[in-house]
């Protein structure tokens, strides 16, 4: 199959990912940080060191400031709900993914006030739209990287500064670009990030994290056994053991180990420059063909995703066809963020046909999709 569905999930990952899963199943099973024995000992080396290298990806001040969580939705929620008070203000945008969406309508529901910025498709959230917003209360300002439904790149380190200078924490999704662009977590005066493991970084299912800036203390979202303090009943106030009560995915973080180990091999240089060839690609490809609309930046930088429709087709037969005929994994529908669709014009239209190339992903590929749409388009099944 040719697989072109990695905004879900990466669908090829490095061989050593595989290899460190089943290793870490067969020989590091224990509870990490619950038992003094060697396997309890190997899997809390493994969680130590992939704590040490997402704290070097993403520039983190320690690796204690990286917390595991099961996705990037988990992190959001603890990044989101523990920041904020009935009274707050939170300010996001019109592209954001239900991970963020959700958990602001619910807060909303409970006495915070949301500002939602109308972001632009090509060069997204403006910010001097975000300076505008900043009220008396405003205590959080919430933004995704790069859009899963049209690649938009929202320009972090100019929001991350005005956030800073206005001493409002910055809350970032990088559920598509940790991996793919360079993240600087210092540099761009980011509070707290949220990321995935399944995605960009290579890591399999049910991994991710959190970066929470050292001095910012959320509340927390859950309570339990920590292997530590456990003389409290208290939940101790310790880093990274205050937010991840419960036995940790350990086979999951040495994969994502393994993945974050590939990535720093290759170099995020190599990987963006990849992975803007092939969207380049795609993109030169389906603007030629009759009846295609795209919904991505055509004009700007943008990340390796790109939704379309194609007149007289409803976006999930056009994936369907794709998928029974032609053999290419694609994903239709409004990809769990109606805001974005919405501010695109395809949220009442069922949404669109997203595409999205990963680095594992070959020329030939991209031109087997093209060629496929353009026989839907024309027609010519």
Known sequence: MIYLDYAATSGKKPMTVYSAVNDALINASGNPG??????????????????????????????????????????????????????????????????????????????????????????????????AAIKENTKL????????????????????????????????DASQSAGALKIDVQEMNIDMLAFPGHKCLYGPQGTGGLYIKPGIELKTLKQGGTGSRSEMLHQPDDRPDKYESGTLNVPGIAGLGAGIKFIMDEGIDKIHARDKEL??????????LPGVNIYSPLNHDRGPVVSITIDGFESQDVSIYLDQVFNIATRSGLHCAPDAHKTIGTLDTGGTVRISPGYFTDDEEIEACIESIGIISRGEL
């Open 34 to 131: 619950r038992s003094g024995h060697k396997i309890s000992l190997a899997a809390g080396d493994i969680v130590a060191e992939t704590r040490f290298l997402c704290s070097r990806l993403f520039h983190a001040e320690n690796p204690e400031s990286i917390i595991f969580c099961f996705n990037a939705t988990d992190a959001l929620n603890l990044a989101i709900q523990g920041s904020v008070t009935k009274g707050d203000h939170i300010i996001t945008s019109s592209l954001e993914h239900n991970s963020v969406a959700r958990p602001l309508e619910h807060l909303k529901d409970a006495g915070v006030e949301v500002t939602k910025i109308k972001a632009s498709l090509e060069t997204g959230v403006n910010p001097d739209d975000v300076a």
């Open 279 to 288: 969207t380049d690609m795609l993109i030169n490809g389906l603007i030629k």
């Open 141 to 172: 300002a919430v933004f995704t990287h790069i859009s899963n439904v049209t690649g938009t790149i929202n320009d972090i380190a100019a929001i991350g500064k005005i956030c800073r200078q206005q001493r409002i924490l910055f809350l970032v």
